[in-house]
């Protein structure tokens, strides 16, 4: 046998490896993850995908940041999984698989081009490999001497493979035996036909899901730069856009200065509260277009970034549109505090909080004279810290503290405590909250069907309680935040 064709059997053996982890993660599913309460061995399938992606893969471009972006998201999956903490790993597991074919950690650009890319091609990847055809996908062919011969032995193993079914069913030794292999490989009681064929087609469907991961592809990806870095308007137009935009925001401003923050008299039929509630959103839309127009307005190098009167009043614009997210978070604080806080008001906060950031990006962007390049790798870092963060923090035990202790039962100027929300909405991380609350409450007014506000923290908190106690019974429910809850839990008993 030539080199060319040890290769062939060495890339045979490896198509086979492949196949036999996928199946593996499928089993794994199978058994430790499917119906079950969503906890910590979610971060432990991610970590041994990760861990067969780099042994099978090989990690030829892989840097501590790709790295850290898969740590960080088996750790949120392991603390406390969520949308945010999945997102985080899917994001992490996408970028160490790109790792091991080529390097794309030049630039934020760069690396969600490549997020991108591989995520549309995960069905494409599956069906290059398995079927073989053109390599258009830049999927190397590999695989192609392997399915080449395993097409010989498609209809022989599918004739075989229905005897053998028709031997189980019809013999009972035989049928014996393949429950017993049942049961070991996916656990159970009594063996079940159409549990078994619901458990190999769930097992099938994990492992195709897995395979793009452990047959990664090299998608070639240019190293391009977003189309941004271009001569835009004339100077002159740029300036008259620059001064009639800071007009704009200067009314803005100053109406936000004289009533949010000077305390300026409201026409009688809107209230304060309303006033903040009603100019978030548009606001918040309005500063993040300025980050856009700046940068469409001064690129990079241009004339209009080179001219000193345009810089001015581009840092006059940013530093007004700067005070407008603040009076944007006056504003949600102020209605917060009138209406109580929600995973919605929540979102919208660390939107502001990020729009806000983003735009001092912007303005460092104009000082040091970077690119467009260096502003969306800086942005694109600062969500995914936040993303972080976000996925770290239990904001539902936060909310229900907040809206507890600022309620007009226990003294607060908040309204009175939406009781159903923290159940329905927050769930368990409630728990201690409502528990201070039962304890603290003063005022019984807002009585539902003759029972008091104390009674209904009470019941919320029982039945939460209850709930969250069926749900640690199982140990695949087991999550870091979930044990700390627990804990408190049980100092309150």
């Not at 159970?188 to 492992?207: E, Q, T």
Request: glycine share 10%; net charge neutral.
């Amino acid at each position: 046998m030539g080199f060319a064709g040890t290769l062939n059997a060495e890339r045979r053996f490896t198509t086979v490896v492949k196949i036999g982890v996928a199946i593996g993660l499928g089993i794994m599913v199978e058994r430790l993850l499917y119906d079950a309460p969503v906890g910590w061995l979610y971060g432990v399938f991610v970590a041994v995908l990760l861990t067969a992606m780099l042994v099978l893969n090989g990690t030829k471009a892989l840097r501590p940041l790709n790295v850290l972006i898969a740590i960080a998201g088996i750790s949120a999956l392991i603390i406390d999984p969520h949308w945010a903490s999945f997102l985080l790993a899917f994001l992490g597991v996408v970028t160490v698989a790109l790792t091991t074919q080529a390097n794309i950690a030049k630039n934020a650009w760069h690396w969600l081009r490549g997020v991108g890319q591989f995520t549309l091609m995960m069905p494409g990847i599956l069906i290059v490999t398995v079927f073989g055809g053109s390599n258009n996908l830049a999927v190397p062919n590999v695989a192609a001497s392997f399915v080449s011969g395993a097409r010989q032995w498609i209809f022989p193993s599918v004739l075989a493979s229905m005897f053998l079914f028709l031997f189980i069913i019809g013999n009972p030794l035989m049928f014996d035996g393949a429950a017993s292999v049942f049961d070991f490989l996916i656990g159970g009681g009594n063996f079940d036909l159409g549990g078994l064929i619901m458990s190999v087609a769930r097992i099938g469907m994990i492992a195709l899901l897995c395979w793009p991961f452990l047959f990664v592809p090299d998608l070639n990806i240019a190293e391009t730069q977003p189309e941004l870095e271009r001569e835009g308007m004339s100077l002159g137009m740029v300036i008259r856009t620059l001064i009639l935009c800071n007009v704009v925001f200067g009314l803005q401003n100053f109406l936000d200065l004289t009533i949010l923050w000077g305390g300026g008299a409201l026409p009688q039929d809107l209230t304060l509260s309303e006033y903040a509630h009603q100019g978030t959103y548009p606001l918040a839309i309005a500063a993040v277009l300025v980050g856009a127009f700046v940068i469409l307005l001064m690129p990079a190098g241009g004339k209009a970034e080179k001219n000193r009167n345009a810089r001015w009043l581009t840092f006059l614009w940013l530093g007004q549109t700067g005070f407008l997210a603040a009076s944007c978070l006056k504003r949600m604080d102020m209605y917060i505090s009138a209406y109580s806080l929600t995973y919605l008001r929540v979102v919208a906060i660390i939107a502001i909080v990020l729009i806000a950031i983003g735009l001092l990006w912007v303005f460092l962007r104009l000082v040091w004279r970077r690119s467009n390049g260096w502003l969306f790798t800086a942005s694109t870092l600062t969500a995914l810290a936040l993303l972080f963060i976000g996925s770290m923090t239990d904001i539902g035990a936060r909310i229900a503290w907040y809206n507890v202790e600022h309620s007009r039962d226990v003294g607060g100027t908040s309204v009175h405590l939406d009781v159903a929300y923290l159940r329905d909405e927050v769930g368990p991380s409630a728990i201690p909250a409502l528990a201070w609350f039962a304890e603290n409450v003063r005022s019984n007014i807002g009585l539902t069907s003759g029972r008091t506000r104390k009674d209904l923290a009470i019941y919320a908190r029982d039945v939460l309680t209850l709930d969250f106690e069926q749900t640690m019974t199982d140990e695949r429910a087991w999550t870091l935040r979930r044990h700390f809850l627990a804990q408190r839990i049980a100092d309150l008993e």
